[in-house]
T-cell receptor, first 114, second 114 residues
């Protein structure tokens, strides 16, 4: 079984400041990791994913995440946030092979302050 | 066409009504999913269809009945719902790319049960 923990339920940050949203995972087997964003009253959009290889993954909208196997973390970062980045961010994990269940973290609300 | 569409966007129903939610994708994906999302919570998996066959039912009450008429369509039939079933219902589809289950989400149907 796998799980993810998002340590922060809300993260307020000023516009143009950097941000890090934290995610830790737990699994006894190889996993795939994702970050999704959900804007108000919308579905989820994939920001980026980690499969294997380079531990630094670049996604859309200037976001990137770093996979750290020793710390079982997959933190999301952006060097300079915009008002439009205000949204809910979900970290997710899936096992490998076939149509595996995707397990979501509890979400982090990023609030960008003008 | 790279999107998942859901209809209706909003639905209000009484506890004795019968209604259906519809989901459609034309990306050739062979797995489709229903999720339920309550406010400020992550999506919770309800059902998975793989190659038009029900492969996962997460112990969902029988008042929710999924149907997959073909590889592009997924329905969720609703009957005798309770007010606590009010939520955002998300549909997703996925394709296996290099063994990874990458899911694409629709915008959701906002359901209110009176």
């Amino acid at each position: 079984a796998q799980s993810v923990t998002q340590l922060d339920s809300q993260v307020p940050v000023f516009e143009e400041a950097p941000v890090e949203l934290r995610c830790n995972y737990s699994s006894s087997v190889s996993v795939y990791l994702f970050w999704y964003v959900q804007y108000p009253n919308q579905g989820l959009q994939l920001l980026l994913k980690y499969l294997s290889g380079s531990t630094l993954v670049k996604g859309i909208n200037g976001f990137e995440a770093e996979f750290n196997k020793s710390q079982t973390s997959f933190h999301l970062r952006k060097p300079s946030v915009h008002i439009s980045d205000t949204a809910e961010y979900f970290c997710a994990v899936s096992g490998s092979g076939g149509y595996q269940k995707v397990t979501f973290g509890t979400g982090t609300k990023l609030q960008v302050i003008p | 066409d790279t999107e998942v569409t859901q209809t209706p966007k909003h639905l209000v129903m009484g506890m004795t009504n019968k209604k259906s939610l519809k989901c459609e994708q034309h990306m050739g994906h062979r797995a489709m999913y229903w999720y339920k999302q309550k406010a400020k919570k992550p999506p919770e998996l309800m059902f998975v269809y793989s190659y038009e066959k029900l492969s996962i039912n997460e112990s969902v009450p029988s008042r929710f009945s999924p149907e997959c008429p073909n590889s592009s369509l997924l329905n969720l039939h609703l009957h005798a719902l309770q007010p606590e079933d009010s939520a955002l219902y998300l549909c997703a589809s996925s394709v296996l790319l290099a063994g990874i289950n990458e899911q694409f989400f629709g915008p959701g149907t906002r359901l209110t049960v009176l």
